[in-house]
């Protein structure tokens, strides 16, 4: 369809899983695509040459989305490389799951670090050439329990509440220069992390969800498509939840 012919879209986080979904249908709809991981290794490299079977411009880009000045660099780096930045798509992110009561100061830090402050530093890096071009689409990678909370989760539901609330403060300070910034808020997803919890565990997700089924990273990716391409041209500030009907 071409959706994204002309476009260069940024992508954290795209070895695998839900990122790299959206790598490969950014790709098949026309975008140059960079994709950014904290480390070079064979999944990373093997989903770079996935995505240059599609005949674009592809480059990835070892960095750490958590430290500011990585994120700096690499964003000059892509500017150089891609020339503008019409999509970013923050979706780096990890868990660190367990009870307040055994939580240990690292397990929070890491993932407020990582899943929130990720998001400043990789917008803040594009914000002022998205303003200048008058155009952009920034779309945080959330999650279900930023708003409904998830026991043995308050770290990883934290970060993303604080996603959602910076979601919102990003759309109304520079919507007015055509820049919009929504979020993708995830329910039960069937990823290689969700692919590892008990049956037990799994089926009281599905007990859950209207539609009586997980999602696939596809289906995140197919929000993303929406939400990075023109059919959402009047789509701001917004929490979208792909969950099935799991949190309505």
């Known amino acids: 369809m071409g959706l994204l012919t002309g476009k260069t879209a940024i992508i954290t986080g795209a070895s695998r899983g ?54 700096v660099k690499i964003v000059d780096e892509i500017v150089k490389d891609f020339t503008k930045i019409d999509i970013l798509v ?47 689409s920034i779309i945080n990678m959330s999650s279900v329990v930023g708003v409904s909370g998830n026991a043995g989760q ?24 055509n820049v919009r910034c929504n979020a993708i808020a995830p329910g039960f997803i069937l990823t290689e992390m969700t692919e590892n919890l008990p049956d037990n565990v799994k089926e009281e997700w599905i007990r859950q969800i209207p539609l009586k089924r997980g999602g696939t990273p596809e289906d995140v990716a197919n929000t993303a498509l929406f939400l990075a391409s023109d059919l959402s041209s009047y789509i701001n500030g917004q929490i979208i939840h792909v969950c099935g009907g799991m949190l309505t």
């Open 18 to 71: 839900i990122g790299k979904a959206i790598a490969l249908l950014f790709a098949a709809e026309g975008a140059g695509i960079a994709v950014t991981n904290i480390t070079d290794d064979d999944e990373f490299r093997g989903t770079i040459r996935e995505l240059e079977a599609y005949g674009v411009k592809v480059k990835g880009y070892v960095a750490d989305a958590a430290s500011l000045s990585d994120s």
């Open 90 to 136: 923050n979706n780096a992110g990890i868990t660190r799951d367990t009870l307040l009561l055994r939580m240990t100061e690292e397990q929070w830090d890491s993932v407020i670090t990582v899943n929130l402050k990720s998001v400043f530093n990789m917008t803040k890096a594009c914000i002022m050439l998205m303003v200048k071009q008058m155009n952009g």
């Open 154 to 177: 308050s770290n990883y539901s934290a970060s993303k509440a604080g996603i959602n609330g910076f979601t919102k403060s990003i759309a109304k300070e520079v919507g007015s220069r």
